[in-house]
């Protein structure tokens, strides 16, 4: 006999697991040295990055639980991020808690709120998708990690920021897409597609 009471039988329609056990997995190797570097953000060293990582995590946990409240109301450019001297202890959890936020299918349906933006339950978690891909792909470039993503997961990302022919600025959202070649491995052509060039250096 199955015990399991749970009224929330549908499958999610992303798994957003992965892309946070990534971002996680880079962390043990940020000694505070790195702190300061530079990242593929103009704006942020890897302070900030680590910072932004933190509030788009439980941003993004909030909208998927559709605990609309300070966290999912603050747009991500309002201020530079704030790191905090917990982040070692306090990021991992976020990371985890986000993705067991978006395991539940009610999180993709309605509307929800992130980033001070009202939009659908399904869009919502595509965007978080996409900001640990590629997020994480920022941190791992500037702390000199490798970094891999999932074929489904940058196909997700893909789909989210290609231009659409009726709004080639993308609303203002991301920046111009970086020319990578059509031959070029996915993960580049998605990292180009998100205004970041795939070989950017932190020396550069």
């Not at 932004?52 to 309002?78: C, E, M, Q, V």
């Amino acid at each position: 006999m199955n015990d399991d009471t749970s009224t929330d039988t549908a499958a999610p329609v992303l798994d957003l697991g992965p892309a946070a056990r990534r971002v996680a997995g880079l962390l043990d190797a940020i000694d505070d040295s790195r702190l300061d570097g530079p990242t593929p953000c103009p704006d942020y060293a890897v302070r900030h990055l680590l910072g932004h990582l933190t509030g788009l995590a439980t941003a993004f946990r909030d909208a998927a639980r559709k605990d609309l409240g300070a966290s999912t109301a603050l747009p991500p450019d309002s201020a530079l991020p704030v790191l905090e001297e917990d982040w070692r202890e306090v990021l991992p959890r976020r990371l985890a808690e986000v993705a067991a936020a978006w395991r539940s299918a009610d999180a993709w349906t309605g509307m929800t709120r992130a980033g001070g933006v009202e939009l659908p339950g399904e869009v919502a978690g595509a965007v978080a998708l996409d900001e640990l891909v590629i997020h994480g792909w920022d941190l791992a470039r500037s702390t000199g990690q490798p970094y891999e993503a999932g074929e489904a997961d940058l196909r997700t990302c893909a789909a989210l920021l290609a231009p659409a022919d009726d709004e080639p600025d993308r609303g203002g959202i991301f920046g111009p897409p970086v020319p990578v070649p059509d031959d070029a491995p996915l993960l580049d052509r998605v990292i180009g597609l998100s205004g970041r060039r795939p070989d950017w250096r932190p020396e550069d």
